[in-house]
């Protein structure tokens, strides 16, 4: 037995190395405590001390973060220089033939991170967002249009089971924004009505989402002024209401609200049932969940086929979503005269994280379910040859299968707008956040010049404990 103990020991070391119980949230505590807190001077030395720890195959992660933190703080020049490495890190990202074959046989925190398919493009979005703060609107609208790009592009690549997020609703009207703040009202109208047209289709389909008020009366007023009469009479018959030329008089400014924090990943096991097929194809089920995997293994070798003989049950470790509900769940903003205007949700992160986590896994359970069928069946094998060999093949696979549980973890819950009219001068405007808890009043003084455009962004981090 001695033997078997220091066997299992040696062997199941350097696989320890790559795996452990915790998730990557748990694992990086102390600085999403602060962060969570809004203590985000705290949160930025944190990670900030951290870069010589983390590992390249987290060096993604450590980016997006740092990007979030150094914009919370300020520092747009310096966010738009993380994101810009986050960027390039994904575009150029190349497989490592060494860490995959590494993860085949432990698990896939093997591997460098490689992003959502959402998370790619969000990253556009804070880059849309410094370059906002920073006035230089035409390259804020390169990024927008680089979002629907890369969302078109990564989808092109799947041949079946395609993302829902295929368009960017949000995208599209924050590129309206701008063209109307830089008086370009036909790119504006343009803009908008694309946003409008992806709401009503795909956003309300996937994710409940329907398009907001304050776009409706965009739309129909950059409609009004760039001459479609015929586009205008459209919507206000659709929309119900008529446009008033005195609505493009005077300056406005644009209020963006980021709500909560999105969600973190964990991690379940499903059992699936083999049920071998003809053609070389077998069905891994799961009968509980309505689960179904049709997986061809006619192309296995004959002594993998055979070790697959015995193979009843796998077990397969999968990450899944934690949300982490906001405390706030509407806000209004008052001017000094007492006119409210009420914020409308424009984007929905934590419901686009959900689906597109769900269509990936679909995409790539079959390659799973093959890989841990395949472990399961050398484990069998060895297992009648020697049962202490067996034990210890059974152990290490134990160890191994483990989910994938990193994510960019520092986005918000969703995003909510509204345009409000200012008046020369100064402006001052009362956010009121509903419940009424914690700290649910924050006032901004805008200054407002006539016609100008102003830009705010606001993130309140108030949320629930990752829900089990």
């Not at 979002?147 to 995208?171: M, T, V």
């Not at 006119?339 to 995409?363: C, F, G, M, P, S």
């Amino acid at each position: 037995m001695k033997k078997i103990f220091f066997l299992t020991g040696v062997c199941l070391f350097p696989l320890l190395l790559f795996t452990g119980c915790a998730t990557y949230y748990q694992k990086n505590q102390a600085f999403y405590q602060a962060f969570e807190s809004g203590n985000i001077e705290n949160a930025e030395k944190i990670i900030q001390q951290s870069e010589k720890k983390v590992k390249p195959k987290d060096r993604l992660l450590y980016l997006l973060n740092r990007g979030v933190t150094t914009r919370m703080l300020g520092d747009y020049r310096e966010s738009i220089k993380l994101f810009g490495e986050a960027d390039h890190m994904i575009e150029d990202y190349s497989t490592n033939y060494g860490a995959e074959a590494l993860a085949l046989v432990t698990n896939p925190m093997a591997t460098p991170y490689r992003a959502e398919d959402f998370e790619k493009v969000l990253i556009h979005f804070y880059q849309a967002l410094n370059y906002i703060d920073l006035k230089q609107y035409d390259d804020a609208l390169v990024e927008c249009r680089r979002i629907n790009i890369q969302l078109h592009e990564i989808n092109d690549k799947y041949p079946d089971h395609k993302n829902r997020y295929q368009d960017d609703a949000f995208a599209h009207l924050l590129t309206g924004l701008i063209y109307d703040a830089l008086k370009d009202y036909n790119n504006a109208f343009i803009s908008y009505r694309n946003a409008y047209d992806v709401y009503q289709s795909s956003y309300a389909k996937n994710f409940g989402l329907t398009a907001p008020e304050q776009l409706k009366h965009d739309l129909v007023r950059t409609a009004a002024l760039t001459g479609f009469t015929e586009e205008q009479h459209q919507y206000e018959d659709q929309f119900g209401f008529q446009y008033q030329p005195t609505d493009s008089v005077g300056s406005s400014v644009i209020f963006f609200w980021l709500n909560g924090l999105g969600p973190v990943k964990s991690e379940w096991s499903v059992n699936f049932a083999m049920v071998k097929g003809e053609g070389g194809w077998a069905n891994f089920v799961n009968d509980q969940y309505g689960l179904s995997f049709p997986v061809y293994i006619g192309d296995l070798t004959s002594s993998k086929k055979s070790e697959l003989d015995d193979l009843r049950i796998i077990r397969v470790a999968m990450p899944r979503y934690s949300d982490r509900r906001p405390v706030y769940n509407s806000a209004t903003l008052t001017t000094a005269s007492g006119k409210t205007y009420q914020l409308e949700l424009a984007e929905n992160i934590d419901a686009i994280a959900h689906k597109t986590l769900h269509d990936r896994l679909l995409r790539e359970m079959g390659k799973a379910i093959l890989r841990l069928a395949v472990k399961k069946g050398i484990e069998a094998a060895a297992s009648k040859k020697n049962d202490a060999l067996g034990m210890l093949v059974s152990l290490a696979n134990a160890v191994t299968e483990k989910a994938d549980t990193r994510n960019w973890q520092t986005l918000p819950y969703e995003v909510g707008y509204i345009r409000v009219p200012l008046h020369n001068g100064q402006n001052h405007l009362t956010l009121h956040l509903s419940p009424a808890v914690g700290k649910p009043t924050e006032t901004f003084d805008v200054d407002g010049q006539s016609g100008e455009t102003r830009f705010i962004t606001y993130h309140t981090l108030e949320s629930s404990p990752p829900q089990p």
